[in-house]
């Protein structure tokens, strides 16, 4: 099955389910398609991921794939190019970085980040430029803004702006 979707979110061994409810959020917000759980076990939601997700993950396609060969497979059958969200010496600026149509967003583990070499096996690897002293960003931030600067570039004609206080059946 092919999509027609701008992005999907990959979240490569995440633990935090802080994290993953942050990013949950954010993927539905920004009006993305599948979400792949890269890891030994399904991903389950508990409160603690769903104090931060809102229960949108039920708006979203869920995948779980177990390891890298299983996600690029998976990207590949689907028309999905995988970008890898990652601080690289081979990466490009998030500035300058065009993404591919139907990019597949890959976000790294909050201790190990993604592995070296998955990223040689990824389409495109962009950094989001930092200007201070921290070492990284948070990873549910990190995706966030590469998920709101793909969108901000490939502009979408029924986009949703200001919709903090429009609630269904409210008027
Ligand atoms: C907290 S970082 C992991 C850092 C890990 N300690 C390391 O040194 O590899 C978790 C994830 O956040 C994302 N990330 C953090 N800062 C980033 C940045 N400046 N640009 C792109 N991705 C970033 C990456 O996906 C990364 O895998």
Same mark, same amino acid.
């Given at each position: 099955m092919l999509y027609f979707t701008l992005f999907s979110t990959i979240l490569h061994r995440l633990k935090s389910p802080q994290n993953v409810g942050a990013i949950i959020r954010s993927h539905v917000a920004f009006g993305g398609g599948p979400v792949v759980f890269v890891g030994d076990e399904p991903w389950r939601f508990r409160k603690s991921s769903q104090a931060f997700s809102r229960r949108l993950e039920r708006l979203a396609e869920l995948i779980f794939v177990p390891d890298d060969d299983q996600l690029l497979d998976w990207c590949e059958q689907h028309g999905f190019s995988p970008v890898a969200i990652e601080i690289d010496q081979d990466a490009i600026s998030l500035k300058d970085f065009r993404f591919p149509r139907q990019s597949a967003l =890959?976000?790294?583990?909050?201790? %190990?980040?993604?592995? +070296? !070499? @998955?990223?040689?096996? /990824? &389409?495109?690897?962009?950094?989001? !430029?930092?200007?201070? $002293? &921290? +070492? /990284?960003?948070? =990873?549910?931030?990190?995706?966030?803004? &590469?998920?709101? +600067?793909?969108?901000? %570039?490939?502009?979408?004609?029924?986009?949703? +702006?200001?919709?903090? @206080? /429009?609630?269904?059946?409210? $008027?």
């Open positions: =890959v976000v790294g583990n909050e201790g %190990t980040g993604l592995p +070296e !070499p @998955f990223l040689r096996r /990824c &389409a495109g690897i962009v950094t989001i !430029p930092q200007y201070g $002293s &921290a +070492e /990284c960003l948070n =990873v549910g931030v990190s995706a966030s803004i &590469a998920m709101y +600067e793909l969108v901000r %570039t490939m502009p979408r004609a029924n986009a949703i +702006e200001g919709a903090k @206080f /429009c609630v269904a059946g409210r $008027s």
